[in-house]
Structure formats: C-alpha cells, structure tokens
T-cell receptor
Framework: DTGVSQDPRHKITKRGQNVTFRCDPISEHNRLYWYRQTLGQGPEFLTYFQNEAQLEKSRLLSDRFSAERPKGSFSTLEIQRTEQGDSAMYLCASSPTTLSYNEQFFGPGTRLTVL | LAKTTQPISMDSYEGQEVNITCSHN???????ITWYQQFPSQGPRFIIQGYKTKVTNEVASLFIPADRKSSTLSLPRVSLSDTAVYYC??????????????FGQGTTLQVKP
C-alpha cells in the first residue's frame, strides 16, 4: 500500500513535553496538508505546503506549533510545551497538482494524548 | 467558503438506498461540492465531487439541483461496512485557493442488519 503514512500512530505524553509527528505523503504529491480532529468534530485545517513552501497557516497554529517540509517530500509537525487541549488526532493529507484541490488523500492519523 | 448543513445522524438497514442531503445556501459560482467518508480511527476518504446535475462513480451518486443550494449523496444498497461519518464540503477550484478543506460535523450513518 503506497498511501499516506504517519508515524507514530499513537503518542502519549505529559503536559509540557515536546512531541514531533512525521507524515510521508504519496510519492510525487506536491501538496501536503495537516489537520487536527477532536472527538465528535470534523477535521480542522492547520497548515498547507506546496513542495517545500509553507503557503498557509491557520490561526489555530499557535507559536507552540511548527511544521516543516524541508525537501518537499516528508513533513514534520512539532508541538512544544504540550497542553491537555492539544489532545487530538493529527491528520496529514496529500494531493498532486493534477487533481482537484478538493480531492485529498488522508493518512491514518497520529492520536496524541496529553496527560 | 460556504457553510454546509447536514443531518447529525441517520439510521438505515442493509440493502437499502441511503440519501444524505446537504444544504449550502451561500454556495459561490466557482464552488464545487465534495463528499468524504470517515471510519473510526481512520482519516477521511474522498467519495465524490460535482458541480451541477448528477455525478456517479462506483461508490455513490451525487445529485445537485439547478440552484445548487443543496446536494444529495446517494449510497445504493448499503452494507454494514458503510457505517461511517459522511462529510459534505463546499469549496472553490481557483488557482488562488490552497485547497484547505472545511469540514462540518458530518452525518453519522448507522447501518443495521
């Protein structure tokens, strides 16, 4: 299966710790998105990359959050000084420029629990 | 981006056709209508997209009336494995659009045996 992969799938951490998640998009997908989803809600957009350029960031992405896509392939999302409110599923999605913007391929997500 | 309204939940039985309607009264001229499906503990999966009239693929059909203020996702002969949350999204295709998807709460479909 050559879909979007995310690592780790689950992360439990203590409040105040830093965490980093990785997303490997489908090969040759230029566009990469991060979303966050809390229980009972739909995913919320966090940030968007086209190749290595971060072109949009949501206001949800506070100073404690940073995302990178250094070589235009995989991406990382780091949360510093985690808070209990950061507990959520973090989803990565990718798409090629040959497809509609609205057709995105999502990974399985990383579930973060902050104790 | 246009706001969407869809039922919070629906129940159905195996073998029935399910129709989920979504309202989007403020849809813009360049907006497309897209539906996603999400199973528990998985990321959403693109189902279908359309602009007007009817679109059909191997999974579902999408009906869009002429005024485009609503749309209906039709799932033929559902099975237990179609139990999921279904999201209706409305968004544009323009080059200035980054493609961020705006999800609502979705419709939780429960298929019973």
């Amino acid at each position: 299966d050559t879909g979007v992969s995310q690592d780790p799938r689950h992360k439990i951490t203590k409040r105040g710790q830093n965490v980093t998640f990785r997303c490997d998009p489908i090969s040759e997908h230029n566009r990469l998105y991060w979303y966050r989803q809390t229980l009972g809600q739909g995913p919320e957009f966090l940030t968007y990359f086209q190749n290595e350029a971060q072109l949009e960031k949501s206001r949800l992405l506070s100073d404690r959050f940073s995302a990178e896509r250094p070589k235009g392939s995989f991406s990382t999302l780091e949360i510093q000084r985690t808070e209990q409110g950061d507990s959520a599923m973090y989803l990565c999605a990718s798409s090629p420029t040959t497809l509609s913007y609205n057709e995105q391929f999502f990974g399985p997500g990383t579930r973060l629990t902050v104790l | 981006l246009a706001k969407t309204t869809q039922p919070i939940s629906m129940d159905s039985y195996e073998g029935q056709e399910v129709n989920i309607t979504c309202s989007h009264n403020n849809i813009a001229t360049n907006d497309y209508i897209t539906w996603y499906q999400q199973f528990p503990s998985q990321g959403p999966r693109f189902i279908i997209q359309g602009y007007k009239t009817k679109v059909t693929n191997e999974v579902a059909s999408l009906f869009i009336p002429a005024d485009r203020k609503s749309s209906t996702l039709s799932l033929p002969r559902v099975s237990l494995s179609d139990t999921a949350v279904y999201y209706c999204l409305v968004g544009g295709q323009g080059s200035s659009n980054t493609g961020k998807l705006i999800f609502g709460q979705g419709t939780t479909l429960q298929v019973k045996p």
